[in-house]
């Protein structure tokens, strides 16, 4: 069974940074994408960063400039650098994994809160 442990959120100041983190564990599929998704109340999921099979990244052009995604496959982890958060950041942020030949992130990580103060 496909397990995440995610880690990092909190409550920050506007301007300030945070790491998010997603330990997988049971994934036995060859993957097509990570990605880290967002959703505020009232608001659709937004695919936020992914991250490919030769390490190409994308953004969502709010977040281009601030967050970097990355992997560190030996350690089975997902990162979201956050810098310069705005209060508009506020979400839940959800790590997700694509399959190879998928059109869609169908696993998922259960979420953690990101709260940036004004």
């Known amino acids: 069974q496909v397990q995440f442990v995610e880690s990092g959120g909190g409550l920050v100041q506007a301007g300030g940074s945070l790491r998010l983190s997603c330990a997988d564990s049971?994934?036995?599929?060859?993957?097509?994408?990570f990605g880290w998704y967002r959703q505020v109340p009232g608001r659709q999921r937004e695919l936020v960063a992914a991250?490919?099979?030769?390490?190409?990244?994308d953004y969502t052009d709010f977040v281009q400039g601030r967050f970097t995604i990355s992997r560190a496959n030996a350690e089975n982890t997902l990162y979201l650098q956050m810098n310069s958060l705005k209060p508009e950041d506020t979400a839940v942020y959800y790590c997700?994994?694509?399959?190879?030949?998928?059109?869609?992130?169908?696993?998922w990580g259960q979420g953690i809160q990101v709260t940036v103060s004004s």
């Open positions: 997700a994994i694509r399959q190879r030949g998928s059109s869609d992130y169908k696993y």
């Open positions: 049971g994934i036995t599929f060859t993957i097509g994408a």
């Open positions: 991250i490919y099979e030769g390490g190409v990244t």
